[in-house]
């Protein structure tokens, strides 16, 4: 009996552990359920353009530095309301008594329907039926129209020009009122589009914007920027290894980078994320040797803080500041150079609304936003129109691809071609043809060399046509879907360009990468002196320089606190104990008293400049001051000269000397310094001479400037005087 009665209790035992189980496995099939319709409705309404392709490439690349909102709406939306909904059907399970247990198959039911019709329509939604079709069907599109340029002759002019191309996250010509080209009826990008039909974006003679269009592979950031390199789309086959574990990216593809690296410039890629995300820094480097200014540099290099992190990593009004510093320091270079960059703010969803964005479009962000980077990227532009090497440097300025954002173009007509932004700014050629273009994203590879003056034979490299020549383009010759369509199927081209792609030495070069990081690294204790009045400056010394290899040069760039305007750079002396000395001078920076940056520059050999540490430096208002009514006589045609005098003259100080330095109004180069004669009347004295100027009439500008015992030169006035026929 007591062994029968032991059998009975452990069969008891096994049934409650049983039903436990099914319970649990039962709230796991709903939770699954939920999760599955959740994630599919947040996709579509996150992505609302997005593609299998598109899918395929992310699944496979890296997510390091993925914007942290992204990742929480996507916890907050799904696994959370699926957790809280299957605690919610738990409780209610428990009060329903006898008829709990139909109730919870009729939920099981009921959600494997939902989860069924989510899978269903991702499955349509993402045409998975084709895309499966035609990763099946073979075509050989790809390669009846890829101009190798292995195998094209180029040529470059004599004196090679810069570029700097800026990428313009999901900017599109759509974002232009209607008579513009664009579909608003209030422009949300006045000034882009302005810079667009000033400059060249292949209209011709319409007075419409006009841009590229994005094809299959090249609709998402990583596919849009391989479009407009290589003149190929993005298609990756499918396969276990990720590309976070590859050392290369297409190693058989021949880009952009690869061309200007072999014609020696000198290449640097900016971007406010981080580098690693799609595979971008692989890319770059392995195409061209790129040096990387991504987020994670600005926070190695102290350019930004240790904890800062907004959106994608930092916003578009640091980019633009950074790419003034970089573009600075490497113009002075002699070799020419590619500085490419990429935007940030107007990344779906809403984009980033910094301190500066206004509110001209009242609730609705990302057309503020839209309207800001409309603002910052021209205002950008013409800096770089003021600098000294824009006379040799092109510019473009792309969309990467049509905006993700999930209701910003709702209302925006089926029949209206939605194009990215495009323009081409100083460019060494013209068009051939004054037709309206009609071209992809892929054209714009060599288009970018042509703009540089590069001749190339037949005019097309990749899929893309030379838009500056008379050639059709593949959407000309063939119309857009049938393009499309000749991308989306499976190339045996393309397998053999893919087919190189190495996982096994990734590790080997991330501890290259990791020790040449170490190698070229340089570390040093830097102190700034106060500012000195006698001699006008403040002292910047670096001691205890410390690298690995041999220090090249130490720099620094100074910039005022309040306003990042790029100022003055000086190069560091070396001092006989090791340590290096920089001399910040108040008459460099006009004695305009403040705070200023000094952004110290270190170069290792064999490598370009890096920022060591950026400290800050004061100048002060000098406590002497001299004061004088200044009066500016007419010219003397007979005797040649006009006189300045400086009557009334105060000081705290005695004054040990008053000069003037005159420029000619509209030139930039100091023509001559004058010493002012003290009078018996206790007026000072200056003397223009217009021999001194080859008696060129005009306007001239004269700073004066006056000395005591105890201060340095500053600066009293500025006046203008007139050498008449």
Not at 396 to 403: E, K, Y
Not at 427 to 452: H, I
Not at 496 to 511: C, M
Not at 650 to 672: F, H, M, R, Y
Request: glycine share 6%; hydrophobic share 35%.
């Amino acid at each position: 009996m007591k062994i029968q009665v032991g059998k009975k209790e452990l069969s008891e035992k096994q049934k409650k552990i049983l039903r436990k189980v099914k319970v649990i496995l039962q709230y796991v099939f709903i939770f699954l359920s939920l999760l599955i319709a959740t994630t599919v409705a947040w996709v579509f309404r996150t992505w609302k353009g997005l593609t299998m392709e598109e899918v395929v490439f992310h699944i496979q690349a890296p997510t390091t530095g993925t914007d942290s909102g992204i990742i929480s709406s996507f916890i907050l939306t799904c696994p959370l309301i699926s957790i809280v909904l299957t605690l919610v059907i738990l409780l209610l399970h428990k009060r329903l008594g006898k008829i709990k247990d139909i109730a919870v198959l009729g939920l099981m039911v009921a959600f494997l329907a939902v989860a069924a019709f989510s899978v269903g329509y991702m499955w349509n939604r993402l045409d998975i039926t084709a895309y499966a079709k035609n990763q099946t069907t073979e075509s050989t599109f790809i390669e009846d129209n890829y101009a190798d340029p292995k195998e094209v002759e180029l040529t470059f002019p004599e004196k090679k020009r810069n570029l700097i191309y800026i990428y313009l996250e999901s900017m599109e010509d759509t974002y232009a009122d209607k008579k513009s080209g664009g579909a608003f009826e209030k422009s949300r990008i006045p000034e882009l589009a302005k810079l667009s039909l000033e400059n060249e974006n292949f209209s011709g003679n319409s007075t419409a914007l006009n841009g590229g269009i994005p094809m299959y592979g090249a609709t998402w950031t990583m596919g849009a920027l391989f479009a407009q390199t290589s003149g190929l789309p993005l298609n990756l086959p499918i396969r276990g290894d990720l590309m976070s574990t590859q050392s290369e990216f297409l190693p058989g593809v021949i880009n952009l980078g690869d061309i200007l690296e072999e014609n020696g410039y000198k290449q640097y890629f900016l971007m406010g994320s981080e580098a690693e995300f799609a595979g971008r820094d692989l890319y770059y480097k392995q195409h061209g040797n790129y040096t990387i200014y991504d987020y994670n540099y600005s926070l190695e290099n102290g350019e930004i803080p240790e904890d800062y992190h907004v959106f994608w990593g930092y916003e578009d009004a640091k980019l633009f500041e950074f790419a003034k510093q970089h573009l600075t320091q490497i113009s002075k270079n002699n070799e020419p150079f590619n500085f490419s960059m990429l935007t940030v703010d107007t990344h779906f969803e809403d984009g980033y609304r910094c301190k500066d964005c206004p509110n001209t479009f009242g609730d609705d962000q990302y057309a503020n936003v839209m309207a800001c980077s409309s603002k910052k990227v021209t205002e950008f532009v013409k800096w770089i129109q003021e600098q000294d090497f824009y006379e040799n440097t092109t510019i473009v300025i792309s969309g990467d691809h049509l905006t993700m954002d999930s209701n910003f173009c709702d209302d925006v007509p089926s029949s209206y071609e939605r194009k990215v932004y495009t323009t081409y700014i100083n460019s060494a050629v013209q068009p051939e043809t004054e037709d309206y273009r009609e071209y992809s994203t892929m054209d714009n590879f060599p288009t970018t060399l042509a703009s540089l003056g590069v001749e190339i034979s037949g005019n097309r490299l990749g899929l893309g046509t030379n838009l500056f020549s008379s050639e059709e383009t593949l959407i000309e010759t063939y119309g857009k879907e049938q393009v499309n369509t000749g991308l989306k199927m499976k190339s045996k081209f393309m397998d053999e360009l893919t087919k190189d792609i190495v996982v096994e030495n990734a590790k080997k070069v991330q501890e290259e990468e990791k020790a040449e990081a170490e190698e070229k690294k340089i570390t040093a204790d830097i102190t700034v002196s106060d500012y000195d009045a006698l001699s006008d400056s403040f002292k910047v010394s670096l001691s205890k320089v410390k690298c690995q290899l041999p220090v090249e040069s130490i720099q620094c760039t100074v910039w005022k606190s309040d306003g990042m305007k790029a100022l003055v750079w000086y190069e560091a002396e070396k001092q006989e104990d090791g340590t290096y000395s920089i001399e910040v001078k108040g008459s460099d920076l006009a004695h305009e008293e403040g705070s200023y940056d000094v952004i110290v520059y270190g170069q290792a050999e064999g490598y370009d400049p890096s920022v060591i540490k950026t400290v800050t430096g004061e100048i002060k208002e000098p406590e002497s001051k001299i004061t004088a009514d200044v009066t500016v006589t007419n010219y003397d045609f007979r005797k040649g000269y006009f006189d300045v005098i400086l009557s009334n003259v105060e000081s705290t100080e005695p004054v040990t000397a008053i000069e003037c330095t005159v420029w000619e109004k509209d030139g930039t180069v100091a023509l001559k310094t004058y010493q002012a004669k003290r009078q018996g009347d206790g007026t000072y004295l200056l003397r223009i001479k217009a021999m001194d100027f080859y008696y060129k009439t005009g306007t001239y500008r004269i700073l004066i400037y006056g000395q005591t015992e105890n201060s340095p030169m500053m600066q009293m006035d500025e006046v203008f005087g007139e050498i008449t026929g």
